[in-house]
Each structure stands twice: as structure tokens, then as C-alpha cells.
């Protein structure tokens, strides 16, 4: 069972930044393939940016791309989301996931995740 909570959001003004982190265990986090994602008030949950277990391959939603980048440390169990120039259209509950099956091409294909966080509300204001 892996166990994932997410820190970090709050209230930033447009143009603003914030460093969302996703605390995770066990210790086999680093076999975890790791994603984002996010959920806007009567919206549907959608993908974020996802990295591979060694941080080397990275995806982008569009929306996000240039703006947002995500990283991980393997020794800190921590995956995180650092956001800028951060837009209205940006709020949303962000959740960490981790897909257990170690295989980046299939996760960013499906984007099912076996494990999620208990999320962090992102407010951005105008």
C-alpha cells in the first residue's frame, strides 16, 4: 500500500508561483511511476504532468507546458510541482498519484493510477 499526501497549495494572486510536494511511502517509491492532476469545481478530473521513476522523462499537460515542471527526490520519497505565472483557470484540487506498474509509456497512455493523495486546493486569484 503506498500512502501519498500532498502540501503546499494556497491562495496566490495571477502571475504568482507556488511549489506543491507529495510525500510518499513506503521506500519502494522510486519503482513508482508518479503524475499530477487536478479537479476544477464542476469539472472533471484532469492529467497535470507525469515523471518516470528516475526523473529523466517528464509529460505536460498543454495547458501547463512552460509554466508548470515536475521533479522528484527519490531519497526524500517526494515528488513535486513547481507552478508559475500561475492563471485563474489554474484553480483546482491538485492530486499526486502513483502508478505501481513502473511502466512510464503506459501510464501516460491510460493515465490510471493505482494509488491518489487526499488532494490540495490551489486558489488563484484574479
Known amino acids: 500500500q503506498v500512502q501519498l499526501v500532498e502540501s503546499g497549495g494556497g491562495l496566490v494572486q495571477a502571475g504568482g508561483s507556488l511549489r506543491l510536494s507529495c510525500a510518499a511511502s513506503?521506500?519502494?517509491?522510486?519503482?513508482?511511476?508518479m503524475g499530477w492532476f487536478r479537479q476544477a469545481p464542476g469539472k472533471e478530473r484532469e492529467f497535470v504532468a507525469t515523471i518516470n521513476w528516475s526523473g529523466h522523462s517528464t509529460s505536460y499537460a498543454d495547458s501547463v507546458k512552460g509554466r508548470f515542471t515536475i521533479s522528484r527526490d527519490n531519497a526524500k520519497n517526494t515528488v513535486y510541482l513547481q507552478m508559475n505565472n500561475l492563471k485563474p483557470e489554474d484553480t483546482a484540487v491538485y492530486y499526486c498519484?502513483?502508478?505501481?506498474?513502473?511502466?512510464?509509456?503506459?501510464?501516460?497512455?491510460?493515465?490510471?493510477?493505482?494509488?491518489w493523495g487526499q488532494g490540495t486546493q490551489v486558489t488563484v486569484s484574479s
Open positions: 498519484a502513483a502508478d505501481s506498474s513502473g511502466s512510464y509509456y503506459q501510464f501516460l497512455r491510460t493515465r490510471n493510477a493505482d494509488f
Open positions: 513506503p521506500r519502494t517509491f522510486s519503482n513508482y511511476v
